[in-house]
């Protein structure tokens, strides 16, 4: 039998998943070494469970590297203590705290954003109606004018007409 598998063999070999296996040696139930970014598992963990041997063996001897390193001094331990528990719990308030604060902040700061849009569009508005009051005056006194003027007009055609009339009695 050889002497390291990869999760891979180990898995197919137990018929469980990839990330069962991985699992297990995360949470520390199965002892493992990485080398070369891939973790082994020692042969002689295979006795450990009570499964039939594989019929066909595709087991391959992995790259040598020494020393290897055990899993454990990358993984927590599968039981923490209340200490680190409660240092975890605790940490995890303040951040919350601090989020909140933070958010609470940005929050307070939009709302006064939105108090001074408000304000500015309400001038802008006011401002506005000002200057369409303004026009419709405007607008108001050039249609008098040129009512005023089109009168005149009116009044010179008919002057001129009449003009027309004596001077044709005139030279009779």
Known sequence: MKEWLSIVEYARHYQVSDMTVRRRIKTGRLQAVLRE?????PASRMRDF???????????QPPPISPPRPVQSFFPPAQPQPQAVAARS???A??????????????????????????HIALKEKAHEATVA?????????????????????DLQVFIQLLDENKSTLRK
């Open 37 to 41: 970014g891939k973790y082994y598992i």
């Open 50 to 60: 009570a499964s039939p041997p594989p019929q066909e063996s595709h087991f391959h």
């Open 90 to 92: 605790e940490a995890t």
């Open 94 to 119: 303040t951040k919350t705290q601090e989020w909140f604060l933070l958010c609470r902040e940005i929050l307070v700061k939009l709302a006064e954003k939105e108090k001074w849009l408000e304000k």
């Open 134 to 154: 303004q026009l419709q005056v405007e607008g108001q006194a050039r249609e008098a004018h040129i009512r005023q003027l089109e009168q005149k007009v009116q």
